[in-house]
């Protein structure tokens, strides 16, 4: 981290997890337990009908929430989506686009893409995703891989908005595997991200954006992870299903930095 230049974000990633009475309670609890004065941004990112229950619960608090998806249309014959401009009237202020589970289902850089200028336009801050399976980075294309993904997911979003958007690095075969990437390997490629958005947007700006770490990041290897220069926060799954968990890792993320 390096909160002299840049936000620190700490993002938990529900996934399809929780009913809308038990995002309710989890508020309940992760508010009772939430940690008081310096602290870093936080987001929770939920299903959708999950939206207007974890809005209501954190209106008085610093947590933004935000949603896993959006449509890259502003309306129309869409069955089933959801327009950015609908995740910002429901409340959000966030969202995750081209989580690799999703681009597992079939979405495309190109998607992304569009999905990421939609979610712009509409005023919500994108966590875009990016990462590399075991096989990628066993032959040795991570870098290459991610510097495609990142210039496909940013093609088009102008100077002035790259400090609205997070980038997320998840390498595959880190997520819900417990098998988490080394601080030194997540570390290496967050800083290689930096370089990218470096290459496009300049040093200022590069040095301003927030990158965080995903892949089974918990409240044990929080810490080592955060601690690290060029990973800003984390983006969180199964850990942030659990309100004790979550604290720790938000607790982790307010250590001292350099
Ligand atoms: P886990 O923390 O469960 O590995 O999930 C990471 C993730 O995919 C967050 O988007």
Redo the contacts with the bound molecule.
């Keep these: 981290m390096n909160r002299k230049y840049r936000k620190t974000l700490i993002a938990g990633?529900w996934?399809m997890n929780k009913t809308p009475s038990e995002t309710k309670d989890f508020m309940v609890n992760f508010k009772a337990i939430m940690p008081k004065g310096r602290w870093c941004d936080i987001a929770l990112c939920v299903p959708a009908v999950d939206i207007p229950a974890a809005v209501r619960a954190m209106r008085e608090t610093r947590v933004g929430i935000g949603a896993e998806n959006c449509n890259a249309n502003p309306s129309g014959a869409y069955t089933g989506e959801i327009a950015a401009n609908m995740l910002v009237d429901a409340g959000c202020k966030y969202v995750?686009l081209g989580?690799?589970?999703r681009r597992a289902m079939g979405e495309t850089d190109k998607e992304v893409n569009a999905k990421v200028l939609a979610a712009i336009e509409a005023g919500l801050i994108p966590i875009v995703?990016c990462g590399e399976s075991l096989e990628q980075r066993e032959s040795g294309v991570t870098d290459e891989w991610i510097t495609m993904q990142i210039k496909l997911a940013l093609q088009g979003v102008p100077e002035e908005k790259i400090r609205r958007l997070v980038i997320?690095y998840?390498p595959i075969w880190?997520?819900?595997?417990g098998r988490t990437a080394t601080p030194e390997q997540a570390e290496a490629v967050c800083e290689h991200i930096r370089t990218v958005v470096r290459k496009l947007y300049g040093s200022k700006n590069a040095r301003a954006t927030t990158i965080l770490y995903?892949?089974?990041?918990?409240d044990k290897n929080a810490y080592e992870l955060l601690a690290q220069p060029d990973i800003d926060g984390g983006?969180?799954?199964?850990?942030?299903l659990v309100p004790e968990k979550f604290v720790k890792i938000i607790e982790a993320a307010n250590q001292p930095t350099a």
Aim: charged share 10%; with cysteine; hydrophobic share 35%.
């Design positions: 990633n996934k995750i989580h690799s589970e995703c997320a998840e880190a997520i819900g595997t995903g892949g089974s990041m918990n983006l969180i799954g199964g850990a942030s």
